[in-house]
């Protein structure tokens, strides 16, 4: 279950195993550092295993390469997932993580301006990584370059007006680099996201804004990948690309599954230790 630097492009990578140990790792996390937002962050973890590990464009020892692809992660209150998957895809030392939160230390509970190699966008302030990737989308038609730009928010980020402007504007000027992936987990701070507000269908909403919009099953890699991998084959159509990948907050652990008080409760050592035997079932927590 220890933690190693993967790069996909020495061999295939097993993406179920490593979500698994990405997912015990942020249960440890969240216990030593007394972070929050655990069931969000395990909601989260296939779309970025899927993202990093098969589908982005990027080089970790260039992490400022002007042609790579940026990934912005605008739910940034689930940091420590996308700390995680930076650290085992090789920006920055593995012992990062065991410092999350502390004083002193570059990885805070949400994301700081260029905190850490990888990190493009501090977030955490919700309805603003969608309006920046547009711009970072508009920025690389201008000049006439390829990068592509890929944003995972959450579903209640939805509620923001900003989040629907950029939504009108992207369409508008052809963006077709651009790819905005929600975690559609069901859920924000208070209760459920559709009792909340009126999202569904989130699909038909994308697409009535000229998005071309699909949903899949956030935690099945290979639909994942397909979905991700159609900016490539969509690029001339004038079309952003919105996926609508549903999702279980509290993926992966049992007692987590579906439960909303994992929005700002810790794990005790007795929930971590079970939730690593939920994982890795055939080896010792």
């Known amino acids: 279950m220890n933690l190693e630097v993967i790069n996909p492009e020495n061999g295939p990578v097993d993406l179920d195993l490593l979500a698994r140990r990405i997912r015990y790792k942020l249960v440890q996390i969240s216990h030593a550092a007394g972070t929050a937002h655990l069931g969000g962050a395990l909601s989260c973890v296939d779309i970025l295993v899927a993202s990093y590990f098969k589908v982005l464009r990027l080089n970790p020892r ?6 790579r692809d940026r990934f912005i992660f605008s739910k940034g209150h689930a940091a420590t997932a996308l700390y995680t998957t930076l650290a085992i895809r090789g920006y920055f030392p593995l012992d990062w993580l065991e410092k999350i939160a502390q004083p002193g230390s570059p990885l805070a509970e949400q994301p700081a301006p260029h905190c850490a190699p990888g990190v493009e966008l501090a977030t955490g302030s919700l309805g603003h990584g969608l309006p920046v ?16 730009v890929f944003v995972l928010m ?9 989040v629907w402007e950029a939504a009108m504007f992207a369409p508008a000027q052809k963006l077709d680099q651009l790819v905005v992936i929600v975690d559609y987990n069901k859920w924000q701070a208070t209760g459920r996201s559709n009792e909340i507000m009126a999202l569904p269908s989130l699909r038909d909403k994308f697409a009535a804004f000229g998005w071309d919009a699909l949903e899949v099953d956030g935690h099945n890699h290979p639909e994942l990948i397909a979905a991700l991998q159609k900016v490539s084959a969509g690029v001339g159509t004038g079309q952003p690309i919105a996926i609508i990948a549903h999702t279980t907050k509290g993926k992966g652990i049992s007692f987590m599954e579906d ?3 994992w929005h700002y409760r810790q794990p005790t050592a007795e929930e971590v230790a079970d939730a690593g035997r939920q994982l890795f ?3 010792p927590a």
Do not use: F, W
């Open 259 to 261: 439960d909303n008080n």
């Open 154 to 162: 959450s579903d209640g980020e939805c509620n923001e007006g900003s």
């Open 133 to 148: 990737a547009v711009g970072m989308a508009l920025a690389a038609r201008i000049q006439h370059q390829k990068y592509r």
């Open 281 to 283: 079932p055939t080896q």
């Open 62 to 67: 260039q992490p400022q390469d002007p042609l």
